[in-house]
């Protein structure tokens, strides 16, 4: 029985429809936040749909980089740090939360979100989370799928040409 299942594992695992693989497959939603400039582009279809401005750690250290998975996707997000409902408008999380795993966690820890305080979008101000603007984050949620891929980092290339080196672009 293992002779079998071991080939079709396998298979399974190096496929690019396993989520959890190492890059993005050409086409397929991606997601790019360039912390030196404090904005997040979209990728889809092959090209930059759009890009936002967003606001990340307060010191370089916080927002970790690298390649993630988004992992999980909530509306209203509760905010577990100090027990404040979704929806309530002193709810720092805003109206959407797209979490990844970064660091080894599970998608709760570090996140895309939108915030109660939208003039801190654009600068370096969270604890690691990467905050828009709650009209943001609420059209954006339904265009980025569990399973999606973000790349985090500190570039001075355009969203392009890491859309392109990623594989994210053909």
Known sequence: ???????????FFISPLWPL???????????????????MAIIDDNKVQTVVSVG?????E???EGLFTI???AKNPYFRRT???????????????????????????????????PASIGKYVSQGCIRTQNEVISSLFPLIPLGTKILVITSKESFEKLGKEMGAIK
């Open 83 to 117: 027990d404040i409902p979704g929806g309530d408008p002193k709810n720092p999380l805003g109206a959407r939360w797209i979490g990844f795993d970064a660091k080894g966690t599970d998608g709760r820890i570090y996140g895309i979100h939108g915030t109660n305080q």
């Open 21 to 39: 693989g190492p890059n993005p497959l050409p086409g397929a939603p991606f997601v790019i936040v360039n912390k030196s400039i404090n904005e």
């Open 62 to 64: 916080l927002t970790p």
């Open 56 to 60: 990340t750690g307060k010191t370089q």
């Open 71 to 73: 992992t999980v996707k």
């Open 1 to 11: 029985m293992l002779k079998i299942l071991s080939p079709i594992l396998i298979a």
